[in-house]
């Protein structure tokens, strides 16, 4: 039986991460970076594609651990299993690396004596390369093609190979551990150097906890908020400070379906509510970091700018289909890459410019070649606004005038306006950018808004609703007072909610995102719902809702894509950087604290 998303933990080392389940097995992990190719893939297929289970001795892949949690405000994860014999505590982490990404899991006795089991199986390429297996200097030596990984265990542990697989027993009994270590590395290099994971574990706590005491929130929601961010850095791409939409790909937006997508890479269409986020509750260095892989990524010909980028800002993410996978419940197909990054979206100048904007009234120091690339951003946009594009939701379907696009290029002008007027020695021509400004907001408000409904709707001339217009208080192109805004968030809140959830868009009848099938509530979208009662003064709805999504939350405080109210599960890429993202600035407004442009 296939474990349910949210069963899985994360762990990580700021270059890549893994995926823990609740039955002890690490069922997710690509190395050296989030977007290399998986070795531990049996999440997207079977044990056979590659896992790591430590469990008690006689338990199987459906059973689960008594209870687990992190280690105070840190990602290291700790898993309890109460036996007949005994209790023991599995801690999984992954430390900080030097050069080499380490997976570290120490098996600790806490009561009695526990016998115990380990089971790695090993395929590189995601699941599809089964390597060579041999012993050298006491270690387990796998190698295939460029991959090599080494693993390490105490001379009392038992190991053997079998089935191609390497297997290990061995007991602890109170008071005594034995430790795992995984140690990736180039094929072609030398072994790295050892490390001890005793001494690993206290540096990993004490970096976290280091970490985590610089955040500034103290609200009634610290808890979450926290745990929220620390998902958000382990998310982070620490070389580049790029941070990736989620950890996985394929994980499918509905069961069976085919919406089933790639986001191991950085989008930009998150970067102004990521920033938002980071600078709200007092993590400026994350935010200058952001900042910086922003200002590579968008660098060039703004008729290049793309609407995601690699992890240093790789602009080639060919997509591909996996074959031999079976996909996650047998969805499929399982994809690697995003064709996505060949759409038009006009929405990302937007968001760039609103980005840098807010950045440096955060007080980030500005870099000398900033205000020119968003003018040339700027007068790119100014010469293509007009034209249709694939809208931030990134439809396979037709290009359409999206509204929330029109909206922010209306934030593009907008901004350009307020940073002449604010700083009159910076080049630039303020009544051209108001020009832009006035014309766009008048064609939104004719062309995008329905009458007759009261409420802004997803294209010009559309019946259809879309979540993204609920960003618009947001934004400030309407106050919330206006009888446009409030109708707009009453019309979201009759037509695409679901128990209480919002939905992106209706994919009934002819979807316009082309596609087959149906998707579970956005959770990015209910924060955004939160934000926007909150904004038009219907606080305790704001609150009602905020804590309900609260409740979808894992055991561990993780959230993926999207939340399927009927089966009461989560779906889509997991942990959803968006979502949780969602969560702090929610959070944040709902502590008083006004973030809009």
């Known amino acids: 039986m296939t474990p349910r998303i949210e069963d899985y933990a994360i762990i990580g080392d700021l270059q890549t991460a893994a995926l823990v389940g609740r039955n002890g097995s690490v069922d997710w992990l690509c190395l050296p970076r989030f977007d290399s190719g998986a070795c531990f893939a049996a999440l997207l297929g079977d044990e056979d594609n590659g896992h790591w289970r430590i469990a008690p001795q006689g338990t199987d892949s459906t059973e689960t651990c008594t209870r687990r949690a992190y280690v105070e405000d840190s990602l290291v994860l700790e898993t309890f299993w109460e036996t007949r014999t005994g209790v023991v505590k599995v801690i999984d982490f992954m430390p900080q690396r030097d050069k080499a990404p380490d997976v570290m899991r120490i098996v600790e006795g806490v009561s009695g004596s526990v016998d115990m089991s380990s089971v790695l199986r090993l395929r590189f390429d995601f699941g599809s390369v089964v390597p060579w297996m041999r012993r050298s200097h006491g270690h387990r030596v796998a190698v295939a093609g460029p991959d090599s990984v080494w693993l390490r265990s105490e001379p009392a542990v038992k190991t053997w190979g079998q089935q191609f697989s390497t297997c290990s027993s061995f007991t602890v009994a109170e008071g005594e551990s034995v430790a795992f270590v995984l140690t990736w590395h180039p094929s072609h290099s030398p072994r790295p150097k050892l490390i001890d994971p005793h001494k690993a574990l206290k540096h990993t706590l004490t970096d976290w906890a280091k970490w985590a005491a610089r955040c500034t ?243 010009y001339g559309s019946e259809e609703l879309d979540a993204s217009t609920l960003l618009i208080v947001r934004t400030g192109f309407l106050p919330p007072d206006d009888p446009r805004v409030t109708g707009t968030v009453d019309a979201v809140r009759r037509e695409l909610a679901h128990d209480g959830l919002i939905r992106r868009y209706s994919t009934e009848g002819g979807s316009v995102d082309g596609l087959p099938g149906d998707e579970g509530a956005f959770i990015a979208c209910s924060f955004w719902l939160v934000d926007a009662l909150k904004r038009t003064g219907r606080t305790d709805e704001a609150e009602e809702l905020f804590e309900r999504l609260l409740e979808l939350r894992n055991d561990v405080g993780l959230l993926a894509e999207e939340y399927d109210s009927v089966a009461g599960r989560q779906l889509g890429n997991y942990p959803q950087a968006f979502s949780h993202i969602g969560l702090v600035n929610s959070a944040v407004d709902l502590a008083g604290e006004d973030l809009a442009g």
């Open 217 to 459: 929130y103290h609200g009634r929601h610290r808890e979450a908020v926290l745990r929220s961010l620390i998902t958000l850095k382990a998310l982070t791409y620490a070389p580049t400070g790029g941070i990736v939409a989620a950890l996985t790909t394929s994980l499918p937006e509905e069961i069976g379906g085919v919406r089933n997508w790639d986001y191991r890479y950085c989008w930009l269409r998150d970067s102004t509510l990521t920033l938002a986020a980071m600078i709200s509750v007092g993590y400026m260095e994350e935010a200058a970091a952001w900042r910086d892989w922003l200002l590579r990524a968008v660098a060039g010909d703004p008729a290049d700018l793309q609407i995601m980028y690699g992890l240093a800002g790789e602009r080639r993410l060919p997509e591909t289909e996996l074959p031999w996978l079976r996909g996650y419940e047998n969805s499929l197909p399982v994809r690697i890459g995003n064709a996505a990054v060949r759409q038009q979206q006009l929405d990302v100048y937007g968001e760039v410019i609103d980005s840098l904007r807010l950045a440096r009234d955060a007080g980030l120091h500005d870099k000398p070649h900033a205000w020119n690339l968003q003018l040339s951003l700027l007068g790119f946009l100014e010469s293509t606004w007009r034209e249709t594009d694939e809208g931030l939701w990134e439809v396979r379907g037709q290009r359409r005038h999206f509204v929330h696009s029109k909206v922010m290029a209306w934030v593009a002008a907008d901004r350009a306006v307020r940073t002449l007027e604010e700083n009159p020695d910076l080049p630039g021509d303020a009544d051209r950018w108001r020009a832009m400004r006035d014309a766009v907001h008048a064609e939104v408000c004719e062309k995008g808004y329905d009458p007759v409904r009261n409420t802004f709707t997803q294209y």
